[in-house]
């Protein structure tokens, strides 16, 4: 089986947020288990110069771009087993920034077309074409008008997959001819609350539909989490599904990971508390192996529960004998709000600010809680990330979160979960896993059986394909 994996982003040639850790991760699964899964993807000026210098170029092609035609060069480049084709133009793409431009929309048709266009000039052809987000939706739309009735393209089935609702692809009709070049008889594929949709012309299109998690796919349904796209989506629910994403388990292994203090397993987990106390001094915290350690990664956001957080944070530190360390950056009000704390709880309480990738793992392997109190989340891996790295997760039961930690209130789960979008709620649950930390022979099995989690690609790769499977044998 042969597969086109269309995305806007990938690892390790460039990467904004989840989409390119899944784009990086799930072809090399599915070439571990025999799918011929290559992938496309602009040729961004951001890419370092060394990755460009092991790039090979294939070919060039004249692309249609609405009323006009524009230059295509196709590069290749390999990495862990997997074929990655890289679109370059210099108009739409030699520039910094992956996303954020005036002509986004042009630039992403562009692509989206040359998906397309290049197929004969590399002579692959896939059976799959699997698109990501809107950036890649007007695959799954070109193929329908301009494609399925080639004799070259015929029988080829599109799959897009949602990262996250909340982007969509919104611009004003003028559009859809000019720059998109939708023809006239075809714009109520992309019309939708007045404006032009692009993720809703992919849904439509698509063959199959998926998400990132089982219960993102149901909450989707609902308009409190579809950002106004519920309408579409229920009557396209029969082509509906969701699939957990994975992580890279390699990379993300406390056994071997370079950036950690002291290595340490599931099975030889002594070593986790010498991160704990070396990460302790690195951030003035008062060095104390027996004091729980709560830990976030995230963005400063609202929707990622910072509100919930801002509202009992104070409380908890006062009530109980905790240590709390947050990385990210984001809105000024929260970054305002860690700010003041920190000065206010010294040698208790760190606030780190920024993306600094070895400190985030420092963190999941110091922490013996990780808080992720989301309003929504479509999939989330910073809790698998937590799990691997023997870090406790309390989550809220939403989205991906749902799907992959289980209550240990049962004596056989993997966290600590919270229903209702509510502080008070989010505060008990943290009571509970201190209760539970208290518990020291307790907590070492917890721990064991949260690193012992299995949320490598190998699992999701397998349900992409029987996806693919039944797409096909259904035709």
């Not at 602009?42 to 460009?52: F, G």
């Not at 979160?401 to 240990?408: F, N, P, R, Y």
């Amino acid at each position: 089986m042969k597969v086109l994996y269309c995305t806007s982003e990938a690892r390790p040639f460039i990467a904004t947020g989840g989409l390119a850790d899944v784009a990086g991760s799930l072809p090399q699964a599915l070439r571990l288990r025999l799918i011929g899964c290559r992938v496309v993807m602009p040729l961004y000026e951001d890419i370092p110069q060394d990755m460009r210098d092991n790039m090979k170029f294939l070919t060039s092609l004249s692309v249609p771009v609405a009323w006009r035609r524009q230059y295509c060069g196709v590069f290749e480049a390999k990495w862990g087993g997997v074929i990655y084709y890289l679109i370059d133009n210099q108009y739409y793409f030699k520039r910094h920034g992956v996303y954020g431009h005036y002509d986004d929309a042009e630039r992403f048709a562009f692509l989206s077309r040359a998906a397309l266009e290049m197929l004969p000039y590399i002579d692959f052809h896939p059976y799959i074409i699997h698109c990501n987000d809107w950036q890649t939706a007007l695959v799954p739309v070109y193929y329908s008008i301009f494609y399925s009735g080639n004799d070259w393209y015929k029988g080829m089935k599109t799959v897009l997959t949602i990262h996250n609702i909340q982007y969509q692809g919104k611009y004003g009709k003028e559009l859809i001819e000019d720059v998109l070049g939708i023809p006239k008889s075809e714009t109520s594929v992309l019309e939708y609350d007045d404006c032009v949709n692009i993720l809703k012309g992919g849904i439509e299109c698509a063959n199959r539909v998926t998400t990132v998690s089982p219960t993102y796919a149901q909450e989707i349904l609902d308009p409190w989490f579809a950002h106004g796209m519920e309408t579409i989506l229920k009557e396209r629910q029969w082509k509906l599904s969701g699939i957990l994403n994975g992580i890279d388990t390699v990379s993300y292994d406390p056994a071997t990971d370079i950036q950690l203090y002291a290595n340490y397993s599931a099975d030889a987990p002594e070593d986790k508390i010498k991160n704990k106390l070396c990460l302790q001094d690195r951030l003035c915290l008062e060095k104390n192996e027996e004091v729980p350690l709560v830990g976030m990664v995230t963005r400063m956001v609202a929707h990622k529960g910072l509100d919930l957080v801002k509202e009992v944070l104070e409380q908890l530190m006062n009530e109980t004998n905790i240590q709390f360390v947050i990385l990210g950056s984001g809105d000024w009000e929260y970054e305002t709000f860690f700010r003041e704390l920190q000065g206010k709880y010294p040698g208790r309480l760190c606030a780190c600010f920024g993306f600094i990738p070895e400190l985030s793992r420092k963190i999941y392997a110091a922490s013996d809680i990780f808080l992720m109190p989301s309003k929504s989340e479509p999939c989330g891996l910073s809790q698998m990330i937590a799990l691997r790295y023997g870090a406790i997760p309390v989550v809220r039961a939403t989205g991906g979160l749902k799907d992959s930690i289980c209550d240990s209130g049962d004596g056989e789960g993997n966290g600590f979960i919270f229903e209702t979008y509510n502080s008070g709620d989010m505060l008990h649950a943290v009571h509970r896993a201190l209760e539970g930390y208290a518990n020291s022979e307790g907590w070492k099995v917890l721990t064991q059986r949260a690193m012992k989690t299995d949320f490598s690609w190998g699992r999701s790769a397998n349900e992409y394909i029987r996806l693919y499977r039944d797409l096909l044998k259904n035709d």
